[in-house]
């Protein structure tokens, strides 16, 4: 099939993009164009542009951009091909005839989708007969509604060998077999594929149904049953609700990658729309491609036991290779024994949102998952813990992140095992972590923090460097332009702090788009009087009630200023900044030890690997919170 970019140009011709789009937003005339609120991200005020006389839109906030077959395939999920289909279905144009033998295969495709489609129907409706009883029961012992049955289109399968074969007598066997409904052995006679089983239909990005997943119902192997691979399913490039999840996920702005159909179902009804799973497999290659073109870093969330994490392992072993700049994964930690579709169940929706807020990096996930994997009791087991993070990170193609994950592995393996040794020559001390410095550093007159020191570090951590990273931001406000993404990312865990440091972050933001000419230059007093206008001028005065925490970029900036003073202050307050973002990482961590070495210890009397590895995190917190110090005695 060949498309030629004049066939391409009349068809998007006779398509108006606004009437397109104006079935999934509200728009509106604006002069000669049509404006909306973007239909790819979350706002409020309408900032997406479309132009039916040039053919394209463009939203100002998030950037999208495109024409209609680019909205068909970015908005709607669909390939390219299958957007050029739809559109010229609607265009009255025919599509250019493919040749003999890909116009045989696309009839027979066509005809597999008819045939699984009636299979549904059938299996609704089986569903909802008398033989669907204990079917009916099952669901709602799951805790399903109507609601959700019929959305999702789940049906049953009586546990007969003929049923859907006599039901759907009149559509030729071999299809049927071909669509993976039957199964036929040698000359034997054919049989039903799936009996005595909730059937749940899989679809394309389109929707379409082109394969099943069954559950047993009672006992039985195997629990779940998949259709074999078919002209119409790939199970390693299919994944489950994507037709549903790709709409949502445009929403929430994240992707979530759980286990299993049922999974994906319970957290739908809780309100969790953008949700998939992937089909009895691993995560493939090509569906973390896929989960890319979604979102630049889905969330794998696989259940808390042996083969759940064994699964996100596999997953994270095939991200390596694929990594490119600003596309990751990140990792979901359920509790102990439960899967997601138990917590919201147990706890509600809240529980699980608290679990995807609390979700770790690819390399965290590595770090803890290599740390666990045998006791470090020995220099051995040391070196065999570095040399396995190593070989995960050699199989990184990208260049440039394979250097940051070596020199970030090997970063952490010396201040696990080597930041928290003291000097053994007298005169020197070490202090670990030290911006600037490797290893031993020499003191020869070390000074012990004042009382005053000592005092703000008995202060929550958080709130005390929190406070300082605000005072700092009110007399340096390019420090806040400089380290706007990592604040933004800490908004969240700001706590009484979250307005203000939100107010502070929409100035630089608006102040940093102004084009140059009419930009005012952002010093203390004009963000002053951006804050006041925005309400926070009592926040600012609780914030200076509190005091001036006691660090070098907390102080005013001097009339005549001295570059190596301030060159000082800014790599303060960026180690500021690290310390805010890192250490509540570990005491995270640290309590999930403990509490993991407790429960250890009430079941079986041992735990000796826990211990050795609450003490290292421990060891660490310590060296973040002896940073902290350090940052206060260094004098402005």
């Known amino acids: 099939m060949t498309l030629t970019p004049q066939w391409l140009d009349e068809l998007r011709s006779r398509i108006t993009l606004s009437t397109l789009i104006g079935r999934h937003v509200k728009v509106q005339r604006a002069g000669r164009e049509y404006k909306a609120c973007c239909p790819f991200h979350n706002e409020k005020t309408p900032s997406f542009t479309i132009n039916d006389e040039k053919g394209f839109y463009h939203c100002f906030g998030c950037g999208a951009h495109g024409d209609a077959i680019r909205f068909m395939t970015d908005h709607q999920g669909l390939g390219f091909m299958d957007a050029v289909k739809e559109l010229a279905s609607e265009a009255g144009m025919a599509v250019p005839a493919p040749d003999p033998r890909a116009a045989q295969a696309a009839v027979a495709r066509a005809s597999l989708h008819d045939v699984c489609q009636a299979a549904q129907d059938w299996f609704a409706a089986q569903l909802g007969s008398a033989l669907g009883e204990q079917a009916r029961a099952y669901l709602k012992a799951r805790g399903l509604t109507a609601e959700t049955i019929q959305r999702f289109g789940i049906g049953f399968a009586p546990d007969s ?146 083969a759940g994490q064994k699964a996100a392992m596999r997953a994270a072993s095939r991200a390596l290779p694929l990594l490119r700049p600003g596309l990751s994964l990140g990792f979901v930690s359920l509790p102990a024994g439960q899967d997601p579709d138990d917590l919201v169940r147990a706890s509600g929706p809240g529980a699980f949102t608290a679990c995807i807020d609390r979700a770790t990096g690819l390399l965290d996930h590595l770090w803890t998952h290599e740390l666990n994997a045998a006791p470090l009791t020995s220099p051995e087991a040391r070196a065999g813990l570095k040399a396995r993070l190593n070989a995960h990170a050699d199989t990184i193609a990208d260049g440039d992140i394979k250097a940051l994950y070596r020199r970030e592995i090997g970063q952490r393996f010396s201040d696990m095992f080597f930041g928290a040794r003291q000097p053994q020559t007298p005169g020197a001390a070490f202090r670990p972590g030290a911006k600037g410095q490797k290893g031993w550093q020499r003191r020869d007159e070390p000074v012990p923090p004042s009382e005053e020191l000592r005092e703000f570090s008995r202060q929550p951590m958080s709130d005390l460097i929190l406070r300082g990273v605000l005072h700092g931001v009110l007399h340096r406000p390019a420090l806040l332009m400089r380290h706007s ?30 084009p140059d000419d009419a930009a005012e230059t952002l010093d203390t007093a004009r963000l002053m009087t951006i804050l006041q206008d925005k309400g926070m001028a009592d926040t600012i005065d609780r914030l200076k009630s509190g005091g001036r925490p006691p660090f070098s970029f907390c102080t005013a900036v001097q009339a005549e200023k001295d570059e190596a003073r301030e060159i000082r202050i800014a790599g303060d307050f960026a180690e500021a900044i690290e310390v805010m973002t890192t250490r509540p990482r570990l005491v995270a961590a640290l309590s999930e030890v403990t509490r993991r070495f407790e429960a250890d210890l009430a079941e079986n009397d041992s735990g000796d690997g826990l211990f050795l590895e609450q003490q290292q995190l421990r060891a660490r917190k310590q060296q973040f919170d002896q940073r902290l110090i350090e940052l206060t005695e260094r004098s402005a």
């Open 161 to 306: 060998r003929t049923g859907i074969k006599s039901a759907l007598g009149s559509i030729n066997e071999d299809l049927l077999i071909e669509a993976g409904l039957l199964i036929k052995v040698d000359d034997k006679p054919s049989y039903d594929r799936f009996r005595g089983r909730i059937m749940i239909p899989i679809r394309d990005p389109r929707g379409r149904v082109i394969a099943f997943g069954g559950r047993i119902l009672g006992q039985g192997e195997p629990k779940y049953l998949n259709s074999p691979d078919t002209p119409l399913f790939d199970k390693g490039r299919t994944l489950y609700n994507l037709h549903l999840a790709a709409p949502a996920s445009r929403q929430s702005g994240r992707v979530v990658v759980v286990e299993g159909y049922m999974d994906v179902i319970a957290l739908a009804q809780a309100g969790f729309g953008e949700c998939v799973a992937p089909l009895g497999t691993a995560l493939t290659e090509h569906q973390i491609e896929r989960l890319w073109k979604m979102v630049d870093r889905p969330l794998l969330c696989f259940d808390g036991d042996g």
């Open 485 to 514: 993404e990592a604040l933004s990312e800490f908004v969240g865990l700001a706590e009484g702090w979250a307005d203000l440091l939100d107010a502070m972050l929409d100035a630089s933001h608006a102040h940093s788009i102004q």
